[in-house]
C-alpha cells in the first residue's frame, strides 16, 4: 500500500474522513476539540539558534519504563469502526515506534489478543484505561482481566462517568472486555435518571481509595483539570495523573486541558508525573505542553486519522511525523533532550 504525500500527523483527517461513514467520522471528531488545540497553537516559542543540539534525542523514562519518544496512544474505544485491524493496529504500531498505548475499557477486541500482538511486535506491555463498571465487584473483576493479561499500568478515567458509545453500534462491534448491562442505567419511578440513576453507579473519592488497595501496578487518574484534585489522587496513593479534558467530549465548555496543565504541576510540584492530552496535533505542540510541565503527551483523535485510513502503518507513520517535528522544534528552541523542555522555550517564559 503506497502512502500519499503526508507531511503532518493532521493530513491524515480528510483521508479517515473519506473512509469513514458519517456516523463513526461523527462520532470520532464528536465534542469541541478546536478549543484545545487553538490554545496548543497559539503559544510562541523562542528560538535559541546556535545551541549545540547534535547527538540529542525524545528518549524518556516512565513509571520504569524506556520510551523512544513521549507520545503515547490514548485510550479510545472500538478501535474496529475505524479500521478491520482495530486495537492490535494500534498495538503493532506502537511498538514498531518504541512507544506505549492505552487499551480502553471499551475496546472492540480481547485485552489478551491486544497485549500479545504489542509484545510479539517487540513493544511493552501496554496500560489499561479503566472506566468503573457500576459496582465494586464488577470494577475488580475488569481490573482483574487486565492485570491477568499482563497489562503494566492502570489509568483510572475519572472525568466521564457517564460514557458509552454516541453512535448505534455495527452487530459485530462491542466492547469484548465488558459484561453485559454493567453500564444500564435503571430509571427510577419519579425520579432523576442522573442522580437517582447514572451517579447512583458512579465512583467517588472513596472509589479511589480502594481501587488504589486493589493492584500494585503503577496507577494514574485520567481526566482532572483542578489542582486539588490532582492533590487528592496523590494522597490517596495514585502515582500519576493525566490533565485532560477527554478532548472536548464531555463537559460542554469544561476549562482547556492547556490552561489546567501548569496550576496542576505547580500543586504537584515534582511529587509524580503530569502527563497531558487533549489537542495535541503535531510534535510542536507536545513541546509546549512538556514546557508547561507535562512528562508526556497522549494522542486521541490523530492516530485514529491513521488507522482510519492505513491501519497500522498510518498509525505509525503518525507517531513518527510527530516525533520529527518534535525533534525539530526542540533542536530550534535548544533543546537536545526532554530534561531541556521547560519553561524557557516559551516566548513567555523569557526573563524580562
Ligand atoms: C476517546 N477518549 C477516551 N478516553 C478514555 O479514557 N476511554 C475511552 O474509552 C475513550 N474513548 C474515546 C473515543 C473517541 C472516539 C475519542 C476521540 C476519544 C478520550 C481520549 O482518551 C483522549 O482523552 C482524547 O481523545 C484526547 O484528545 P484529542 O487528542 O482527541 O484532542
Known amino acids: 500500500m ?7 500527523a493532521s493530513d491524515y483527517m480528510p483521508l479517515a474522513r473519506e473512509r469513514l461513514d458519517e456516523a463513526t467520522w461523527r462520532y470520532l471528531q464528536d465534542g469541541d476539540g478546536t478549543g484545545n488545540e487553538h490554545a496548543l497553537s497559539e503559544v510562541r516559542l523562542m528560538p ?144 432523576s435518571l442522573v442522580f437517582d440513576g447514572w451517579m447512583v453507579q458512579a465512583p467517588t473519592w472513596d472509589d479511589v481509595a480502594w481501587l488504589r488497595a486493589q493492584t500494585t501496578l503503577p496507577l494514574l487518574i485520567k481526566g482532572v483539570l483542578h489542582p486539588d484534585d490532582a492533590m487528592r489522587a496523590l494522597d490517596l496513593g495514585c ?16 476549562a482547556l486541558s492547556l490552561a489546567a496543565l501548569p496550576r496542576v504541576v505547580a500543586r504537584v510540584a515534582g511529587r509524580a508525573p503530569v502527563l497531558f492530552d487533549s489537542g495535541v496535533r503535531g510534535g510542536r505542540d507536545a513541546l509546549v505542553a512538556m514546557a508547561h510541565g507535562a512528562a508526556a503527551v497522549l494522542l486521541g483523535r490523530p492516530y485514529i486519522w491513521g488507522l482510519a ?26 533543546c537536545a533532550t526532554l530534561a531541556d523542555v521547560t519553561a524557557q522555550v516559551l516566548d513567555a517564559g523569557q526573563p524580562l
Not at 120 to 138: H, K, N, S, T, V
Not at 239 to 254: F, I, K, P, W
Not at 309 to 334: K, N, Y
Open 239 to 254: 502515582d500519576g495523573v493525566v490533565v485532560s479534558n477527554h478532548g472536548g467530549r464531555v463537559l460542554e465548555g469544561a
Open 48 to 191: 535559541r539558534p546556535l545551541s549545540a543540539v547534535a547527538g540529542g534525542h525524545t528518549r524518556l523514562r516512565l513509571f520504569g519504563q524506556d520510551l523512544a519518544h513521549p507520545f503515547l496512544l490514548a485510550p479510545v474505544a472500538y478501535q474496529r469502526l475505524f479500521h478491520a485491524d482495530g486495537e492490535v493496529a494500534t498495538a503493532m504500531a506502537a511498538a514498531a515506534q518504541g512507544g506505549q498505548q492505552l487499551i480502553s475499557s471499551l475496546a472492540s477486541t480481547d485485552i489478551q489478543t491486544i497485549v500479545q500482538a504489542a509484545v510479539e511486535g517487540g513493544g511493552l506491555a501496554p496500560w489499561f484505561q479503566l472506566y468503573w463498571q457500576r459496582d465494586r465487584q464488577r470494577t475488580q473483576r475488569l481490573l482483574r482481566k487486565a492485570v491477568d493479561a499482563g497489562c503494566s499500568a492502570i489509568v483510572f478515567t475519572v472525568d466521564a462517568p457517564v460514557k458509552l458509545a454516541t453512535m448505534r453500534l455495527p452487530a459485530d462491534i462491542r466492547a469484548v472486555n465488558l459484561e453485559a448491562e454493567a453500564h444500564a442505567a435503571v430509571p427510577v419511578e419519579g425520579g
Open 309 to 334: 485510513s492505513h491501519g497500522a502503518l498510518g498509525v505509525a507513520h503518525v507517531i513518527r511525523l510527530m516525533r520529527d517535528e518534535l525533534e525539530m522544534t526542540m533542536a530550534l528552541t535548544g
Open 2 to 8: 503506497s502512502l500519499p504525500l503526508i507531511d503532518r
